[in-house]
């Protein structure tokens, strides 16, 4: 059986046991040492409320997470948003990833966000062929941006409008002050298309 749900600190650990190979053993990310459960509590509580931040169970055990934070710290970047995900493995290619991201484009677009971002270590196709599936367009590569197990790796940079530039933007709402019935709807939506997938 398997749920989709907020992410609470309390999900640290499991949250932190998917992604700490990806830090170990991939530049998919370009952290390079595992934070300990306590710095990775207090990165989640920085995010959680205000943008948001998703959790995928299997019988019980956190599998995979999705979440959002602002990209840009001035305030006119303020309806900008990057989105990063990881599942574990065994728990890849099976388009639960679409179905992650797409629960995150719709909340984010309720909290008035308008462009969506994603940064990935290149090469990547699967990651790549995801975000063009679901509507992402390649801006550029952030050429030799980062080191790590002994080469520099590009990044490439993509983006998905997901709300109107005709006007002025009302200010972002936080997750904690939008409907709980429209999170609880985007939910129960995408836990139902997990629910049709292998």
């Given at each position: 059986?398997?749920?989709?749900?907020?992410?609470?600190?309390?999900?640290?650990?499991?949250?932190?046991?998917?992604?700490?190979?990806?830090?170990?053993?991939?530049?998919?990310?370009?952290?390079?040492?595992?934070?300990?459960?306590?710095?990775?509590?207090?990165?989640?509580?920085?995010?959680?409320?205000?943008?948001?931040?998703?959790?995928?169970?299997?019988?019980?055990?956190?599998?995979?997470?999705?979440?959002?934070?602002?990209?840009?710290?001035?305030?006119?970047?303020?309806?900008?948003?990057?989105?990063?995900?990881?599942?574990?493995?065994?728990?890849?290619?099976?388009?639960?990833?679409?179905?992650?991201?797409?629960?995150?484009?719709?909340?984010?677009?309720?909290?008035?966000?308008?462009?969506?971002?994603?940064?990935?270590?290149?090469?990547?196709?699967?990651?790549?062929?995801?975000?063009?599936?679901?509507?992402?367009?390649?801006?550029?590569?952030?050429?030799?941006?980062?080191?790590?197990?002994?080469?520099?790796?590009?990044?490439?940079?993509?983006?998905?409008?997901?709300?109107?530039?005709?006007?002025?933007?009302?200010?972002?709402?936080?997750?904690?002050?939008?409907?709980?019935?429209?999170?609880a709807e985007v939910l129960a939506a995408a836990e139902a298309a997990l629910a049709r997938l292998n």
């Amino acid at each position: 059986m398997r749920t989709v749900r907020l992410a609470t600190e309390a999900d640290a650990a499991g949250i932190l046991a998917v992604y700490a190979p990806y830090i170990r053993d991939t530049a998919v990310t370009f952290e390079t040492e595992t934070p300990s459960l306590d710095a990775f509590r207090c990165r989640m509580a920085s995010i959680i409320g205000d943008y948001p931040y998703l959790v995928v169970e299997e019988d019980g055990s956190i599998v995979g997470f999705a979440y959002a934070h602002r990209l840009g710290e001035r305030a006119a970047y303020a309806w900008n948003a990057e989105l990063s995900i990881y599942f574990a493995p065994g728990c890849t290619s099976r388009g639960w990833g679409s179905v992650l991201f797409w629960a995150l484009i719709d909340l984010l677009a309720l909290q008035g966000v308008r462009n969506a971002y994603s940064l990935i270590t290149v090469p990547n196709e699967a990651s790549l062929a995801l975000h063009e599936k679901l509507g992402f367009t390649l801006m550029g590569v952030q050429k030799e941006a980062g080191y790590k197990f002994g080469a520099w790796h590009d990044v490439a940079w993509l983006r998905m409008a997901i709300g109107d530039f005709s006007a002025a933007p009302e200010p972002r709402m936080p997750l904690s002050a939008m409907d709980p019935d429209q999170v609880a709807e985007v939910l129960a939506a995408a836990e139902a298309a997990l629910a049709r997938l292998n």
